[in-house]
Antibody, heavy 116, light 110 residues
Framework: QVQLVESGGGVVQPGGSLRLSCAAS????????MHWVRQAPGKGLEWVAF???????KYADSVKGRFTISRDNSKNTLYLQMNSLRAEDTAVYYC??????????WGQGTLVTVSS | QSALTQPASVSGSPGQSITISCTGT?????????VSWYQQHPGKAPKLMIY???NRPSGVSNRFSGSKSGNTASLTISGLQAEDEADYYC??????????FGTGTKVTVL
């Protein structure tokens, strides 16, 4: 069965950096587009970025130039490097597996808090 | 990219049907059939309910159905049950090769 497990969240000061990981299992990770989606406390879902199997990617305007999505197909792991963090980046970050342009499976999420 | 517009809340009695709308533009909802719907219970990860406008993943109740007309997609829940009380979000692929979510709708079962 598909399993996605995020890690790496925590408390970071404004302007700081953090790297999130998403360990995938139960499917051929290298064959699928993967996404990061976030949800600020009490707010709605916001798409952050996706990466294709060949490493090509796309970002939401709100994180472009600050966040970098990457993947290690040999480790079945998705990453999100977050730099120049702002208070408005505070959210639960989910990784999700794509199929048919939809988010088919989600991890449990990891909380990132940007605060001084 | 602006969020797709959904009603903040929709309510219904058990057994009734409700419909949640999701309005975008010709650059997202109206331009592609890549519209999906998600159910989220408090403190839980979202769950895919509908993909490609009107397709249900295996295991999702046939009480959930989707449709689209122009720039507006809709999710209908028939035979409303207490367990359907949750937040619902639509999502669409966009002409910018990105994705956008709706503002979210809280469904209350009276």
């Amino acid at each position: 069965q598909v399993q996605l497990v995020e890690s790496g969240g925590g408390v970071v000061q404004p302007g700081g950096s953090l790297r999130l990981s998403c360990a995938a299992s139960g499917f051929t990770f290298s064959s699928y587009v993967m996404h990061w989606v976030r949800q600020a406390p009490g707010k709605g879902l916001e798409w952050v970025a996706f990466i294709r199997s060949d490493g090509s990617n796309k970002y939401a305007d709100s994180v472009k130039g600050r966040f970098t999505i990457s993947r290690d197909n040999s480790k079945n792991t998705l990453y999100l490097q977050m730099n120049s963090l702002r208070a408005e980046d505070t959210a639960v970050y989910y990784c999700a597996k794509d199929r048919n342009w939809a988010f088919w499976y989600w991890g449990q999420g990891t909380l990132v808090t940007v605060s001084s | 990219q602006s969020a797709l517009t959904q009603p903040a809340s929709v309510s219904g009695s058990p057994g009734q049907s409700i419909t949640i709308s999701c309005t975008g533009t010709s650059s997202d909802v109206g331009g592609y059939n890549h519209v999906s719907w998600y159910q989220q219970h408090p403190g839980k990860a979202p769950k895919l309910m509908i993909y490609e406008v009107n397709n249900r993943p295996s295991g999702v109740s046939n009480r959930f159905s989707g449709s689209k007309s122009g720039n507006t997609a809709s999710l209908t829940i028939s035979g409303l049950q207490a367990e359907d009380e949750a937040d619902y979000y639509c999502s669409s692929y966009t002409s910018s090769i990105t994705y956008v979510f709706g503002t979210g709708t809280k469904v209350t079962v009276l």
